[in-house]
């Protein structure tokens, strides 16, 4: 196996581990505010469609790091779904009002 | 053309926007608490891994690709870097204490 193909590899397990840490600090704090639900929703979308193309064609690494990452993205805008309506996203902080 | 590289073509369209809206958000609230700095950190390390095996390769789409989200999740990883230490992530939402 060539170096580069070792960097390919390197390259699949970051992509497909990345989104682990946000699924952890999402479960945690069950406080999605900060992420665009828009983002998350394309992002599923996009995932889904490479896991068909990938079935289509037979390219199994592809499936396979897809479905992996489609459980960590999925549960991101599960929980971001969840979110209670109160939490309307902050405008620009501004200085405080006095008083407050 | 067949009806599967267009699903590609969608896909790949999909997976390289979805951080625009992200970036949009963060940008105009400056809010990025509930963004987990991890998970931006590994997802930026893995799209330039996939753009320098995309270049070794001679894959230009995939470079072309990863330079587009590069520019994305270089930005929410920006506004991360910037995000004041004040704002600690609170801990998992409890009820308000009496007089709150």
């Known amino acids: ?56 064609k037979g390219e199994w690494p592809l499936v396979a790091s897809n479905m992996v990452t489609l459980c960590f993205t999925g549960t991101i805008l599960y929980l971001k779904w969840c979110e209670p309506p109160d939490c309307k996203p902050e405008g620009r902080r501004s200085a405080p009002a006095l008083g407050e």
Chains 1, 2 share one sequence.
């Open 1 to 56: 196996m060539s170096a580069s193909d070792y960097l390919g590899y390197v390259a699949a397990l970051c992509s497909t581990s990345a989104y682990a840490p946000q699924v952890i600090k999402a479960w945690r704090t069950r406080r999605t505010k900060d992420i665009s639900l828009k983002a998350f929703s394309v992002l599923v979308t996009g995932q889904c469609l490479w896991l068909t193309y990938g079935y289509l």
